[in-house]
């Protein structure tokens, strides 16, 4: 259903089977990604997998290969004194819904942004939310910007950047209040993902189940939920 990057990145082969029933297996590493102990990875219609460091998988008392209940296991990491930061949604295109958004032409009030739109930028930002703003996470050096321009403004703004040395593109969207609801999030998203997987990424929408909006973007602009994601930082 996805691009083998997506896979290959998430999951290891012997891991891509269907799984029926809710356990997790621990995988134990020497290392993990983005400067964390513990990755808790749940796949929609696939298998759930806890990632952890030697030193955790003592704490907790887990070995290689077990299989544990995911309220054990977060009743065991409450007994540690660690914390999960808080879930991530992910969101990817299904290649069949790759194949639709190559063919599509851009409109012209959608374009890549650069440093010549600074000012724009700069307005668009001012007008929007800050919470709204950490949470989207879009600025303009970023690998990958685009913007979509309505009344002589941007209204929109999307970024990227390459997610953990991969070749999965990480995005954000932000569209300013008085404009939402009418489609120029889904024409902005759409528009760099475009770009993205026309120079070999796979554009990843992230976002927390309990927002709604974020939610119903990704779904709008064809992507589909992947799984769930969430992380103990090193430091616990």
């Known amino acids: 259903m996805y691009s083998p990057i997506v896979f290959d990145y998430w999951l290891p082969t012997y891991e891509r089977e269907p799984a029926f029933d809710e356990l997790y297996v621990v995988r134990i590493a020497e290392s993990l990604p983005t400067n964390t102990a513990v990755t808790l990875l749940d796949v929609a219609e696939g298998p759930s997998i806890v990632r952890m460091i030697p030193t955790f998988a003592e704490r907790l008392d887990l070995v290689e290969?077990?299989?544990v209940s995911g309220q054990q296991l977060r009743s065991d990491l409450d007994a540690a004194g660690v914390a999960l930061n808080g879930a991530d949604q992910l969101f990817y295109l299904p290649r069949h819904a790759q194949d639709v958004l190559r063919a599509e032409v851009t409109p012209e009030t959608t374009r890549q942004l650069t440093g010549a739109d600074t000012r724009a930028f700069e307005q668009f930002t001012a007008a929007v939310p800050e919470r709204e703003l950490d949470e989207a996470f879009v600025e303009l050096d970023h690998w990958l910007v685009y913007g979509t321009f309505a009344?002589?403004?941007?209204?929109?703004a999307s970024s990227m950047y390459p997610w953990q040395g991969s070749q999965l593109a990480d995005l954000g969207i932000v569209t300013l209040p008085d404009y939402r609801g009418r489609g120029f999030a889904t024409q902005t998203v759409r528009a760099i993902s475009a770009h993205a997987l026309g120079g070999g990424y796979e554009p990843q929408y992230r976002c927390q189940p309990d927002n709604v909006g974020?939610?119903?973007?990704?779904?709008a602009a064809g992507f589909t939920r992947f799984g769930q994601w969430d992380v103990v930082p090193l430091n616990d």
């Open 65 to 67: 290969g077990q299989r």
């Open 214 to 219: 974020s939610v119903a973007a990704a779904l």
């Open 151 to 156: 009344d002589d403004r941007l209204i929109a």
